[in-house]
């Protein structure tokens, strides 16, 4: 988990989206794919949650509450999840729950990207577009979805209320004892940062 320190610049929804999307076409270029990652704005700044190994359901819950208990611990105003994915769309007034997205072999392989605030949720879908080789060749238009509400283990992450400073130093020290440190980043120029 990396954190800037003290930004003083207000950061809306749609700079986290765009930091997401700038992060995971930098990824799926150079690395053909990454882990989920939570970028996270709060009166702290802007911070990062990530795993090494997000393979198995276990290693997605531990990075779902660690996403969880981090937006607590910093007292998140916003967070994006981006994550590589699965998507099929099912025909029109079915839904086929009877078989995983990876299962299907009309599966789209896209971006998925959820933002929330305490006011508004929302996904943004982005297919990936590989050249005939299979390497990355870049992305296509995003479908964009508001959300009354999502499920599942990344359905959501900052808590239900603004967390209490109480709350919050509780959520510090749970971390602490997981010997996990939300880090500073010293420099606003870290590429993790840029913003196009």
């Known amino acids: 988990m990396n954190n ?12 986290l989206f765009r930091l997401a ?10 690395n053909g794919g990454f882990n989920p990652h939570l970028f ?13 190994d997000a393979s198995t359901d276990e290693k997605k819950e531990y990075f779902a509450d660690l996403a969880q208990l ?24 079915t839904t086929d729950l009877s078989r995983k997205a990876t299962e299907h072999l009309e599966r789209t392989s896209i971006v998925y990207l959820l933002g929330e605030t305490y006011a508004v949720k929302k996904c943004k879908r982005i297919p990936i577009i590989c050249s005939e080789n299979g390497n990355f060749f870049g992305l296509g238009d995003a479908k964009i979805d508001n959300l009354l509400r999502s499920e599942g283990r ?12 109480e709350m919050r130093k509780m959520a510090k020290s ?13 420099s606003p120029s870290h590429p993790m940062f840029h913003m196009n």
């Open 4 to 15: 800037n320190n003290k930004t003083t610049k207000q950061i809306s929804l749609d700079d």
């Open 174 to 186: 749970m971390l602490k004892a997981k010997e996990i440190k939300i880090q500073q980043v010293k």
């Open 21 to 30: 999307e700038s992060f995971a076409k930098e990824s799926l270029s150079k």
């Open 154 to 165: 990344f359905g959501s992450f900052l808590p239900k209320e603004v967390p209490s400073a």
């Open 40 to 52: 996270i704005y709060s009166p702290e700044g802007i911070s990062i949650v990530t795993v090494n």
């Open 70 to 93: 981090t937006c607590i611990a910093v007292g998140a105003e916003a967070s994006v999840l981006v994550a590589n994915a699965w998507f099929r769309m099912a025909p029109a007034g």
